[in-house]
């Protein structure tokens, strides 16, 4: 009868050990094919961001040959962010091509739409909000000394983010203003 009781007894142990082994290889596949995901998709995007300012500066600069080159560029980007990017980036991203497509191109509206991509694409990658702000001071000459200039790009973009339903930190706030 001890013989039975302790043959169950390790049978039953085998068993939960077996069913406990399964569920604990299961849940760490699992987890590892999520982390590749993630790992997948923020390598993809890793030089969105750069990409697109690399472009506005060069479309910026040049209107002859690179201006076909950029526009290759701007398609491989933008289907890499349909395929890889954020629901956030993607709408940016759709908004942006609309206005291209229906040629209702604002200069001021596309000066604020390319950081404000890049800042919800380095957002998505990094977690660090940045405001287009920063961007316009760095590469705009007449931001910090043109106040119509300064003010309209504020209201653009803070009109982009309600627009498009972004987060609120990528709004400019008021004290920025002139």
Known sequence: MDNIATVIIQSIITIVGFVVTYLGIRLNLKNELVKRKSELHIERMAEMPYKLLDIM????????????VTIENLNNIL????????????KIAAHMQKKVYLNNQDKWEMICLYPLLANQIKYDI?????????WFDMKLNDYNSDSEIHNKLIDINNNLVRELDADKHFFIPD???M
Do not use: L, V, W
């Open 126 to 134: 990094t977690g660090i909000f940045i405001t287009s702000d920063f």
């Open 57 to 68: 500066n060069k479309n910026n600069m040049q209107k002859t040959k690179a201006e076909s």
């Open 175 to 177: 004290d920025r203003r």
């Open 79 to 90: 289907t890499t962010i349909y395929a890889y990017g954020s629901k956030e980036a993607i």
